[in-house]
């Protein structure tokens, strides 16, 4: 879409002939007759616009709430991680209903662990970890629960690093670390003015990134914006939504034993792109009501 600027000369139409003062003078009459004041009448029409031509306040806050909706679901930020609670809560269910079979003892303080266990996601993953399932297919479910949050936390923060991993194979996590350590020890060369082959890591490394840089600089752009869009999102949510996110992520990616390699990047891509909006709460998000 392009714009037309120029100087202001009184011949100039703000609302392209959409509305006149006519209509705007009808829409304010009944509210007028009803007492409410000029101020009031015009308060109700700012915010609920003329019907069938001009939108007001209300409808333009509902639309910008749904680019914020879609904006978190194209980011893969929450919506992988809402349904865990779910998803272990089934977990659960196959578990008690194995241990309730059984008459040992062991199986009474298995079902007490199983009440103890908080009701945080990232919490209750970190001790369900440790726990031997006495259900076979609760323990098979666990663990494709674990393995989708494992690719949906790489994702988040590149991508779709994982995406073409049907499987998250012990070989793909590795193969992960090793791009990771090669990419922070690419950097680590660039900043101390030493030769590095770029070209030699696309080679090994270039299916995972689809968008295919030709410099090290534009790969790291890429990775840049991305994860500060991640996290100027995380700054938009709630606190609690903020730390139950953080804290599974965190989890998952101790699991996968990145966490080292990865806050190693993103301290350097933060040193690099200052600029970028790092942390900061996305304007005109916020869930309060609009003057």
């Known amino acids: ?18 509305i006149d003062v006519s209509e705007a003078l009808d829409e304010l009459s009944d509210d007028l007759l009803e007492g409410f004041g000029t101020e009031g009448a015009l308060d109700n029409l700012r915010h609920t616009g003329i019907s069938g031509r001009a939108r007001g306040l209300d409808e333009l806050r509902r639309m910008l709430l749904e680019k914020r909706r879609r904006a978190a679901e194209e980011l893969n930020l929450s919506g992988p991680f809402e349904d865990v609670r779910q998803k272990l809560d089934e977990v659960l269910m196959l578990e008690r209903k194995e241990l309730a079979r059984r008459l040992e003892d062991e199986a009474r303080l298995a079902e007490a662990m199983l009440d103890a266990l908080p009701r945080a996601p990232a919490a209750a993953l970190k001790e369900l970890m440790g726990y031997e399932f006495a259900s076979v297919e609760a323990q098979h479910h666990f663990q494709e629960l674990l393995d989708e949050l494992k ?4 994702n988040s923060y590149f991508g779709r690093l994982a995406g073409g991993m049907k499987d998250l194979t012990a070989d793909d996590i590795q193969r992960v670390k090793d791009m990771l350590s090669d990419l922070n020890a690419m950097i680590a060369a660039r900043d101390r003015g030493d ?6 890591f696309m080679e090994r490394y270039g299916d995972m990134f689809p ?20 996290s100027r999102l995380l700054a938009s949510l709630t606190e609690r939504q903020r730390s139950e996110l953080a804290a599974l992520a965190e989890q998952v990616m101790g699991d996968l034993d990145l966490a080292f390699q990865v806050d190693q990047l993103q301290r350097s891509l933060q040193e690099h792109m200052p600029n970028l909006p790092w942390g900061q709460e996305a304007p005109g998000w916020g869930e309060g009501d609009m003057p």
């Not at 120029?6 to 609302?15: A, G, H, K």
């Not at 030769?195 to 030699?200: I, K, L, Q, V």
């Open 1 to 18: 879409m392009k714009a037309r600027f120029s100087r202001w000369d009184d011949s100039q139409t703000p609302l392209d002939e959409v």
């Open 151 to 154: 690719k949906e936390v790489l």
């Open 195 to 200: 030769d590095y082959d770029f070209a030699g």
């Open 211 to 230: 968008d295919n840089p030709k410099t090290l600089d534009e790969l790291l752009e890429g990775m840049a914006r991305r994860m500060a869009a991640m």
